[in-house]
């Protein structure tokens, strides 16, 4: 299984009477969101580590297959330079490592302030980590990083080194209505280009979608055409579905997922699909 697919987040209580049955209590979002998705971007470890009694819990709500994509804390990688916060991304790494089989790559968020001068830094740091022990990927935000040369000299360094970067596509939610992008977008995603690379055997896709299905339409198509190459090639593909309002990303990611099925492409069934209880809402456009 070469292909998961999920969202930011699994306890959002807006998903109650839609992606979950009606009902539902906090206690049971984790186990109804794998019953549903393949991984979550783990971003609430930007915020707080949980303790490893919160983890082995985790585990055990978890099925086979089911990956969490751990994101570093704030406290580690917003702070300026990242050479001083090796020993707590390796300390943060051993804590992670209760999670096990359902360990998926780890990811760096860097701030729109951390820019270009600074790659031997980043270099040192991505040096030190245990590549061959958890898989790392690294997303830039400084508009820098995606202009020559410094867009080619950071994928070189992430490939010496096998580290993922991570694709970052806000394109949608910067199209459809100006209304929407002036009231809705979140300030912090970033108006990047698109730079749809892979430096190691997997990739991190994260889309920030439109809550408009037809504005995501032409891009989620391109992506259709790009997880189909890189998938062909062998490449390993975690793909989060965001929305400013996060109440339409299960249904966003569903839809994208039934695209890929009608390309042609070679991933596995949605276990969303195996649920009799079929969420309407989410899945009108």
């Known amino acids: 299984m070469n292909f998961l697919i999920g ?6 209580k807006g998903w109650v009477g839609e992606l979950y049955p009606k ?8 186990p109804l969101y794998t019953q549903r998705f393949t991984t979550v971007e783990g971003n609430t470890t930007f915020y707080a580590v949980p303790n490893q009694e919160t983890l082995v819990s985790w585990v055990s709500q978890m099925p086979p297959g089911f990956e969490f994509c751990p994101k570093l804390p704030r406290q580690l990688t917003h702070n300026g330079l990242l050479q001083p916060a090796i020993p707590g991304a390796l300390k943060f790494l051993e804590q992670m490592r209760v999670l096990g089989q359902h360990l998926g790559p780890i990811f760096a968020q860097l701030p729109p302030s951390y820019e270009p001068a600074a790659l031997e830094d980043l270099a040192a740091f991505l040096q030190a980590w245990p590549r061959n022990e958890a898989h790392l990927a690294v997303e830039v935000r400084h508009a820098d990083w995606y202009k020559e040369p410094h867009a080619s000299h950071l994928n070189a360094l992430l490939e010496e080194l096998g580290v993922g970067r991570v694709v970052l596509d806000t394109r949608p939610v910067y199209s459809g209505s100006a209304s929407y992008k002036q009231q809705s977008v979140d300030s ?20 920030i979608s439109h809550p408009d299905q037809p504005v995501n339409q032409p891009f989620m198509e391109e992506w259709v055409s790009l997880v189909d190459q890189w998938l062909r090639l062998g490449k390993r593909i975690y793909f989060f579905m965001h929305c400013p309002l996060e109440q339409y990303s299960p ?8 695209l890929l099925e009608k390309g042609g492409v070679p991933v596995p069934p949605l276990p969303w699909n195996t649920i009799d209880q079929a969420p309407i809402q989410l899945s009108l456009f």
């Open 251 to 258: 249904g966003n990611a569903r839809h994208f997922h039934q």
């Open 188 to 207: 912090r995603k970033p108006q990047v280009p698109l730079q749809a690379v892979t430096t190691a055997p997997f990739s991190l896709v994260r889309f």
């Open 7 to 12: 969202c930011a987040v699994w306890a959002y």
């Open 23 to 30: 009902g539902s209590k906090a206690a049971e979002f984790l």
